[in-house]
């Protein structure tokens, strides 16, 4: 019995070990899903846009698209969109459609390697995202908009690349949609079985970290039903970030179902906003 016993737990050991070396060499696939470049754009939703270049410090020529009111206004924010690892441009023409109804003006760009933007998938990396996010938010400066009028929004991955980019350069207020605390966090709710130590990771994407660092509001969003990332992951870092901060559980919706309701939150959202930019209704 004793060799019976011995043979189990070698063989559960080497199945953990063969677990443990399959998501340390793939984990970059796991992580990162760019798809197949489409050609929609927000003029399929009537939507005004300019479709502007973005440059990184280390060289990479990112496509994105500005977003703009007819006619300027101090008071009126400007969002800073990261988008999800499973999204591009072309899947976030409702997204861009969304910003010009609430009023706002908004740079939405495709990260190195997705949609259009330069790059190979080698070159998809937690800090190669987060130049690609230092880009957008140097464009929006070069248009002389003041960081007392920048939102910056993150979905799902993009969540945690936005709250860096927050706690790296500053903004009036952060928006994280589907957020989670790590990418550690993700891996044990999803493969609780499988004991990945910290260490072996090669992006972390600490989202917890980069949140207990801004110095701006922070508000929450999570869909009821998402999918993805779950709701209870968004409560952690959620419960763990200082405030000011606040919570919104988006009813009856998936992991990318905001576009769908948004007017349903549009005024939680106007209040969000007028408040961090100081501005009263």
Same mark, same amino acid.
């Given at each position: 019995?004793?060799?019976?016993?011995?043979?189990?737990?070698?063989t559960? %050991?080497? !199945?953990?070990?063969?677990?443990?070396? %399959?998501? =340390?060499?793939?984990?970059?696939?796991?992580? #990162?899903?760019?798809?197949?470049?489409?050609?929609?754009?927000?003029? !399929?939703?009537?939507?005004p846009? *300019?479709?502007?270049?973005?440059?990184? %410090?280390?060289?990479?020529? !990112?496509?994105?698209?500005?977003?703009?009111?007819?006619?300027?206004?101090?008071?009126?924010?400007?969002?800073?969109?990261?988008?999800?690892?499973?999204?591009?441009?072309?899947?976030?023409?409702?997204?861009?459609?969304?910003? #010009?109804?609430?009023?706002?003006?908004?740079?939405?760009?495709? #990260?190195? =390697?997705y949609?259009?933007?330069?790059?190979?998938?080698?070159?998809?990396?937690?800090?190669?995202?987060?130049?690609? =996010?230092?880009?957008?938010?140097?464009?929006?400066?070069?248009?002389?908009?003041?960081?007392?009028?920048?939102?910056?929004?993150?979905?799902?991955?993009?969540?945690?690349?936005?709250?860096r980019?927050?706690?790296?350069?500053?903004? =009036?207020?952060?928006?994280?949609?589907?957020?989670?605390?790590? !990418? *550690?966090?993700?891996?044990?709710?999803?493969?609780?079985?499988?004991?990945?130590?910290?260490?072996?990771?090669?992006?972390?994407?600490?989202?917890?970290?980069?949140?207990?660092?801004?110095r701006?509001?922070?508000?929450?969003?999570? %869909?009821?039903?998402?999918?993805?990332?779950?709701?209870?992951?968004?409560?952690?870092?959620? *419960?763990?970030?200082?405030?000011?901060?606040?919570?919104?559980?988006?009813?009856?919706?998936g992991?990318?179902?905001?576009?769908?309701?948004?007017?349903? #939150?549009?005024?939680?959202?106007?209040?969000?906003?007028?408040?961090?930019?100081?501005?009263?209704?």
């Amino acid at each position: 019995m004793k060799r019976i016993g011995g043979w189990i737990l070698m063989t559960l %050991a080497l !199945l953990e070990f063969g677990a443990i070396l %399959a998501f =340390a060499l793939g984990q970059r696939r796991m992580t #990162y899903f760019p798809p197949s470049p489409g050609t929609a754009t927000p003029a !399929l939703w009537g939507t005004p846009y *300019q479709p502007v270049t973005l440059v990184t %410090a280390d060289g990479f020529h !990112l496509s994105a698209w500005w977003v703009g009111q007819p006619q300027d206004n101090p008071r009126r924010p400007v969002v800073i969109y990261c988008h999800g690892n499973g999204a591009d441009l072309s899947r976030l023409a409702e997204v861009a459609h969304l910003f #010009y109804q609430m009023g706002w003006d908004a740079l939405l760009f495709d #990260y190195r =390697a997705y949609g259009r933007s330069q790059g190979s998938f080698g070159d998809l990396n937690e800090e190669g995202l987060a130049k690609d =996010a230092q880009a957008a938010w140097a464009y929006v400066a070069s248009r002389k908009v003041p960081t007392t009028r920048v939102l910056i929004w993150g979905h799902s991955l993009g969540s945690s690349v936005a709250a860096r980019l927050a706690a790296q350069r500053g903004c =009036a207020g952060l928006v994280l949609e589907g957020a989670f605390p790590s !990418l *550690q966090a993700i891996g044990r709710s999803r493969y609780p079985w499988v004991l990945f130590p910290g260490f072996l990771l090669r992006d972390q994407y600490a989202t917890d970290d980069w949140v207990h660092s801004r110095r701006c509001p922070v508000l929450f969003l999570h %869909a009821e039903r998402d999918e993805v990332i779950p709701p209870a992951l968004g409560d952690e870092v959620y *419960q763990r970030a200082p405030g000011p901060k606040e919570r919104i559980l988006l009813s009856g919706i998936g992991h990318n179902g905001l576009p769908k309701v948004w007017q349903l #939150y549009q005024p939680d959202l106007t209040r969000f906003a007028q408040s961090c930019l100081g501005v009263t209704p």
